[in-house]
């Protein structure tokens, strides 16, 4: 019966809260991004992934989710996740940061060929 009590108080605490407090709850604050060697190694790694598999049709999130070992169905973890020189190398690398980053390079790679 306590915790009905608890429970009951939180959901009431919860949709009763202003707008405002809950808009403070989902901003999210930008992460620290790691030693500039680190970033380095990971546009590094991006340029290696994009020359390695150009016959694909490579996007900035794809090569992020197969770097963060992100399945999905046209890159399957039981296919991708083999390649273990990609395959979540970076999960510790901000995913938003990684995604800029990739659809940057694939970008420069099409203006240079």
């Known amino acids: 019966m306590e915790k009905d009590l608890e429970l009951k108080k939180k959901i009431l605490e919860y949709f009763t809260e202003s707008a405002e ?7 999210s604050v930008p ?14 790694d991006i340029r290696s992934f994009i020359h390695k598999h150009q016959e694909l049709p490579l996007r900035g999130r794809v090569i992020a989710r197969i770097f963060q070992g992100i399945s999905s ?4 973890a039981t296919t991708w996740g083999r390649i273990k020189q990609f395959w979540r190398k970076h999960i510790d690398i901000d995913f938003d ?9 694939i970008a420069k790679m099409r203006v240079s060929a």
């Open 21 to 27: 407090a809950m808009e403070n709850d989902w901003r």
């Open 31 to 44: 992460p620290d991004l790691p030693a500039a060697a680190i970033l380095s190694v990971v546009m590094r």
């Open 73 to 76: 169905p046209n890159y399957p």
């Open 97 to 105: 940061w990684m995604v800029r980053s990739a659809t940057e390079e």
